[in-house]
């Protein structure tokens, strides 16, 4: 193909996918003689896969009077929404209410923006691919269970599984590009996101009955997140023939993830147990947690290629700003109250797993390369996680004869690791060939990391027993866990390159001051 423009010249691809999804679930049963049961849930599951690409393809021949601009733009949003209630009323038997809510979510995208196996001349030429997936999901889930007589259950879980997979590629493929007036811009960016809430709520009230009562809930909710997507801002040599690439005025390559992962998961369970005589139990147990998990690989390189500017700078830039928040939260109360015995048992638990591994590469390897200015490249990381646990509980027994037990534990628990590596360098990965770069101004090589982790964490536990005629026993536990790692590998290299020419000097430096705050209490009355 043979395009010869007099003016600018434009290829441009675009994509924005939508996809909103409800699902409610509602239950509710009396029964006034016998078993009471009531379930409610509730799910969705959302898939987008997409491909989106602007290119100039094999033995094409592009020459424009004016600029050239290769673009490629993804937005896909799913946003899903999961509600799940029931309701159980027993009158001389026994009740039991569930209530659930899922949503699992997929994005699946593909975004290039190249000119490949091709020969291209513009006055300046400007490559681009940005990805925008978004996924945001709600989760909730409610259960209510009352009997006068025997048992009575609650039951609510919620939860997510969201997964994010991203390629996004502004890439110079096996061909010679020229720039007869301007510059030559490569950029890459990733902005994924996922936004995920999920809560449950689950009441039981066990009351009026002559024999044993028991009334139990169970509350939970979970989310797992995960992000896996590359960036990458490159030119490229595959066909084992090397090409020129001219550029009149200064090359930038810039590779960029944003990826952002923010979680909020609360646990609640509340449970009553009072009768006239005989034993009465009570137990509330509530749990939340998230895993979240970001795995990207950031690419600003030039591979097997002769680069030359003419007069401007060269600049290959990879940059991380990859960032978790996680809030994870439960509360528990347990109410025993009769004549005879009374046990009450309230529980809660919340844990938040954080993870980041990445990959920042600011790389020239196995290419020539003759600035007309300064030759900078640059890799950092300013990963950052946010993690928040707690939980509370509160247990109370009372009798007005023989034994009253009462007993609240709750725990929390954090860990949270960032292990990315970070490499900005020049390097000859092909020893067979000799390669020069030359710098008319400074050659500057930078590699840093600023990643930070922040951990908070309460756990709190109450337990009150009271007998009117035997000794009450009492407990209460309450603890909080965190486990926080930063393990990152920063290195600034020059590197089996035969021949450097700078003229204004050369600056190397690999810089890492990563920072790690941990608060984690527990108190028990």
């Keep these: 193909n043979t395009i010869n423009a007099r003016d600018d010249v434009t290829f441009d691809a675009d994509s924005k996918s939508d996809v909103n999804s409800i699902a409610i679930s509602v239950a509710g049963v009396v029964a006034t003689d016998g ?3 009531g379930a409610a849930g509730s799910g969705s599951g959302n898939t987008v896969t997409n491909t989106v690409r602007a290119r100039v393809g094999e033995g094409s021949n592009v020459t424009a009077g004016g600029d050239m601009t290769v673009s490629a733009e993804d937005t896909s949003d799913i946003r899903a929404d999961a509600g799940g209630v029931a309701l159980a009323i027993a009158s001389g038997d026994s009740a039991a209410a569930i209530g659930a809510s899922v949503a699992i979510n997929i994005v699946d995208a593909t975004v290039e923006a190249e000119i490949a196996e091709s020969t291209v001349v513009a006055d300046s030429i400007d490559v681009s691919a940005e990805g925008m997936p978004i996924v945001n999901a709600l989760t909730i889930a409610g259960a209510v269970a009352g009997s006068n007589d025997s048992i009575a259950f609650g039951g609510a879980g919620a939860g997510s599984g969201n997964y994010v997979t991203s390629r996004v590629e502004a890439i110079i493929l096996d061909s010679d590009v020229t720039t007869t007036v301007g510059d030559l811009s490569l950029t890459a960016t990733d902005a994924s996101v996922i936004n995920a809430d999920a809560g ?139 004549q005879g015995n009374t046990v009450g048992v309230g529980l809660g638990l919340s844990i938040t797993i954080n993870d980041i591994e990445n990959n920042i590469i600011a790389v020239v390897d196995d290419s020539d390369v003759d600035s007309g200015g300064d030759l900078t490249l640059t890799a950092s990381s300013t990963a950052g996680i946010d993690s928040t646990a707690f939980g509370a509980s509160l247990a109370v027994s009372a009798s007005s004869g023989n034994t009253a037990v009462a007993v609240g534990a709750t725990g929390t628990g954090s860990g949270n690791r960032i292990a990315n590596t970070i490499r900005a360098g020049i390097e000859d990965s092909d020893l067979s060939t000799s390669e020069t770069v030359a710098v008319d101004g400074l050659l500057a090589i930078s590699a840093s990391d600023d990643s930070t982790i922040g951990s908070f964490g309460f756990a709190g536990a109450v337990s009150v027993a009271a007998s009117a005629s035997s000794t009450p026993v009492a407990g209460s536990i309450g603890v909080g866990v965190a486990l926080n790692t930063i393990d990152n590998d920063v290195e600034a290299f020059i590197t089996d390159v035969d021949d450097v020419n700078v003229d204004d000097g050369i600056s190397i430096e690999a810089l890492s001051d990563s920072d790690i705050t941990a608060q984690s209490w527990a108190a028990a009355v």
Excluded: K, M, P, W
């Design 35 to 37: 078993l009471g049961f």
């Design 200 to 338: 449950s709520g689950a009441v039981a009230v066990a009351v009026g009955g002559d024999s044993t009562q028991t009334a139990i809930a169970v509350g939970a909710a979970a989310a797992y997140n995960e992000v896996s997507s590359t960036a990458r801002a490159s030119i490229d040599d595959l066909d084992g023939v090397r090409d020129t690439v001219s550029v009149a005025g200064s090359a930038t390559l810039d590779a960029t993830s944003t990826t952002d992962i923010d979680a909020f998961t609360l646990g609640l369970a509340g449970s009553l147990s009072a009768g006239s005589s005989d034993t009465a139990i009570s137990l509330a147990g509530a749990g939340s947690g998230s895993g979240n998990y970001i795995r990207n690989t950031i690419e600003s390189s030039v591979n097997d290629t002769n680069l030359t500017t003419t007069t401007g700078n060269v600049e290959l830039s990879a940059v991380d700003d990859s960032s978790i928040t996680a809030l994870a939260g439960s509360g528990s109360v347990s109410i025993a109250a009769g």
